[in-house]
C-alpha cells in the first residue's frame, strides 16, 4: 500500500477540521454551560469570533483536499470511501452555511453580555443540536478517508 501526498495533505486537513470540531463540540461547548449567563455569553461571542477565522481555515483546505484526493486518486478499493468522505463534507458545508454561520452572524452583529436576547438560551439550544451534526460529519469524513487510505 502506497500512499500519496495529496492523500497525505488531505488526510491532515480532515483531520484538523475534525479535531477542531470535535474539541470545540464536546470540550468547549459543555464547559460554557458552566458558566454564569453574563460569563457564558462573552465566552460564546469571543468564541465565535475565533472560530469564524478558525473554521474557514480549516474547512476551505480541507474540502478542496477531500475532492482532489477524489478526483486523482483513481477508482480503486478506497473509492467508495472517498467518494462518501466527499458527501459527508458536503453534509458538514450545508449544515455550516444553512445551520451556523446564519446564528454566529446574528451572535456577533447584535448579541450583547449586558443584554442579550430573551431567547438567547434557545439560540445556544439550537446551535448546539446543529453543531453535534457538523462535528459528526467532520469526524465520519476523517473516518472514511482514513479507511479509504488504508484500502488503497
Same mark, same amino acid.
Given at each position: 500500500? @502506497? +500512499? $500519496? !501526498?495529496?492523500?497525505?495533505?488531505?488526510?491532515?486537513?480532515?483531520?484538523?477540521?475534525?479535531?477542531?470540531?470535535?474539541? !470545540?463540540?464536546?470540550? !468547549?461547548?459543555?464547559?460554557?454551560?458552566?458558566?454564569?449567563?453574563?460569563?457564558?455569553?462573552?465566552?460564546?461571542? &469571543?468564541?465565535?469570533?475565533?472560530?469564524? +477565522? +478558525?473554521?474557514?481555515?480549516?474547512?476551505?483546505? =480541507?474540502?478542496?483536499?477531500?475532492?482532489?484526493?477524489?478526483?486523482?486518486?483513481? &477508482?480503486?478499493?478506497?473509492?467508495?470511501?472517498?467518494?462518501?468522505?466527499?458527501? @459527508?463534507?458536503?453534509?458538514?458545508?450545508?449544515?455550516?452555511?444553512?445551520? @451556523?454561520?446564519?446564528?454566529?452572524?446574528?451572535?456577533?452583529? @447584535?448579541? &450583547?453580555? #449586558? $443584554?442579550?436576547?430573551?431567547?438567547?438560551?434557545?439560540?445556544? =439550544?439550537?446551535? #448546539?443540536?446543529?453543531?453535534?451534526?457538523?462535528?459528526?460529519?467532520?469526524?465520519?469524513?476523517?473516518?472514511?478517508?482514513? !479507511?479509504?487510505?488504508?484500502?488503497?
Amino acid at each position: 500500500m @502506497t +500512499i $500519496s !501526498v495529496l492523500e497525505l495533505v488531505g488526510l491532515f486537513l480532515v483531520g484538523l477540521l475534525a479535531g477542531e470540531e470535535f474539541a !470545540v463540540r464536546w470540550g !468547549v461547548q459543555p464547559a460554557l454551560r458552566r458558566l454564569e449567563d453574563r460569563a457564558h455569553i462573552d465566552a460564546r461571542m &469571543s468564541l465565535v469570533r475565533r472560530l469564524m +477565522i +478558525i473554521v474557514p481555515a480549516l474547512m476551505v483546505p =480541507a474540502v478542496l483536499a477531500g475532492v482532489a484526493v477524489l478526483m486523482f486518486t483513481g &477508482s480503486g478499493a478506497g473509492f467508495a470511501f472517498r467518494c462518501a468522505g466527499v458527501a @459527508t463534507l458536503a453534509a458538514f458545508l450545508l449544515l455550516s452555511f444553512l445551520g @451556523t454561520v446564519p446564528i454566529n452572524i446574528k451572535v456577533n452583529d @447584535t448579541w &450583547s453580555a #449586558e $443584554s442579550p436576547p430573551a431567547d438567547w438560551r434557545d439560540v445556544v =439550544a439550537r446551535w #448546539e443540536r446543529i453543531d453535534t451534526f457538523r462535528a459528526g460529519a467532520a469526524i465520519l469524513a476523517f473516518a472514511l478517508f482514513l !479507511v479509504a487510505a488504508a484500502l488503497g
